[in-house]
């Protein structure tokens, strides 16, 4: 195996121990699945690098998934860049085998990760960028942006929500239905996590499922495989400037995971449109009609997490940075990765992300070259 030993060449026009100082090639923040794929390609370019991570341990974002949830893909099809997930016995992998994956996965690469370092700025300085944390400072001539949108959950607002008297969560910290047993539950939602928890919330909860538009759910032997060959499609498509006809069916879809479909078998996978307003004790439907609710579950997706970014001007209305490819437009020393569709399609997955790492890092490396030459 290659060894991760930094370049022994001079950085920033000084030794290689300069980075005592805190100045690297690249800045990589985040420690999630789009930070490790990065990194496992930049550390074959040779290029000094470092990943600050605000989390306490590895495994991003799914540190914080609710117990019970699964993937819907199977492992040899929600594998990172260069390691395939090892497999499970039986049906998808849990969270916690994504985790422990992720886990080993960095001590294989031996990647170069601080935690917990929380990014709080990044400011522009001569000829780099500036990455702020409590912690200190660290100097770099590219930054990868790869924190997610787990930390940035988005809850809509809803007239008299301030009101309400029940307990209001969203999904991103919701753990099991243990605390919901006998109450009225609305579950808010309409993609995979909505269906999913509320098959789970279903079993111990007399639970009401809210979506803005009728659910669509996939045929029962579609998965992820099948979600990512589409979106791969698409992609190909969208490069050549080829329209292609599909069939119906996004990552956005609920797939017919075994706890959904076991809801669909107890006739509970069914959902209504939204309520117009919240009361003290529940909330009231377009028909006037009351229900009475102890407790709402968010499953209403998330931001992107760019609150670091401020200080750039980057940031627009629509909670975006305008990037060509995952190359910041207005801020050429800056890449995003994972995020979602606007950074890559299908980045914001597992095995998705492998494609916008890769080409992220072989753009960093071009542009660094061409900054020396």
């Not at 200190?136 to 008299?160: F, L, R």
């Not at 069916?249 to 939204?274: N, T």
Request: hydrophobic letters at 40%.
């Amino acid at each position: 195996m290659r060894a991760i030993t930094l370049r022994n060449r001079s950085v920033w026009g000084a030794s290689v121990e300069a980075r005592s100082e805190n100045k690297w090639d690249v800045v990589i923040i985040g420690g999630g699945q789009a930070a490790l794929a990065t990194a496992y390609f930049l550390r074959r370019t040779g290029l000094s690098f470092v990943m600050l991570d605000a989390e306490d341990g590895p495994g991003g974002a799914w540190r914080h998934g609710w117990d019970s949830l699964r993937l819907f893909s199977p492992a040899t099809w929600s594998s990172i860049a260069g390691w395939m997930m090892p497999p499970v016995q039986e049906g998808y992998p849990s969270r916690d085998h994504v985790i422990d994956y992720l886990t080993r996965y960095e001590t294989r690469y031996q990647l170069p990760i601080q935690r917990p370092v929380r990014v709080t700025s990044i400011e522009r300085i001569n000829g780099a960028l500036r990455v702020h944390a409590e912690q200190g400072h660290w100097d770099a001539k590219a930054v990868v942006s790869a924190t997610g949108t787990w930390s940035n959950p988005h809850i809509p607002s809803y007239p008299g929500s301030e009101l309400f008297r029940g307990q209001q969560l969203h999904s991103a910290h919701y753990v099991d239905a243990q605390a919901f047993v006998g109450k009225r539950v609305l579950v808010v939602g309409g993609g995979n996590s909505g269906a999913q928890i509320l098959a789970e919330v279903s079993k111990a909860a007399d639970a009401i499922w809210v979506t803005p538009t009728e659910p669509l759910f996939l045929p029962d032997d579609v998965d992820g495989r099948v979600l990512f060959e589409r979106a791969t499609e698409r992609w190909k498509a969208q490069q050549e400037g080829r329209v292609i006809e599909q069939p119906a069916g996004g990552l956005g879809d609920v797939v017919m995971v075994p706890p959904v479909v076991e809801a669909r078998e107890r006739g509970v996978l069914h959902a209504v449109r939204p309520f117009e307003r919240f009361t003290r004790d529940g909330v009231i439907w377009p028909d006037g009609s009351e229900s009475a609710a102890d407790a709402v579950i968010w499953c209403t997706g998330f931001k992107p997490a760019l609150g670091h970014l401020a200080g750039l001007g980057l940031v627009t209305e629509e909670g975006r940075v305008a990037v060509e490819g995952t190359r910041a437009i207005n801020e050429p020393r800056l890449w995003l990765v994972g995020y979602g569709e606007w950074t890559g399609s299908a980045s914001a997955t597992l095995i998705g992300v492998t494609r916008t790492a890769r080409s992220t890092a072989a753009e960093i490396e071009q542009c660094l070259a061409k900054t020396e030459a």
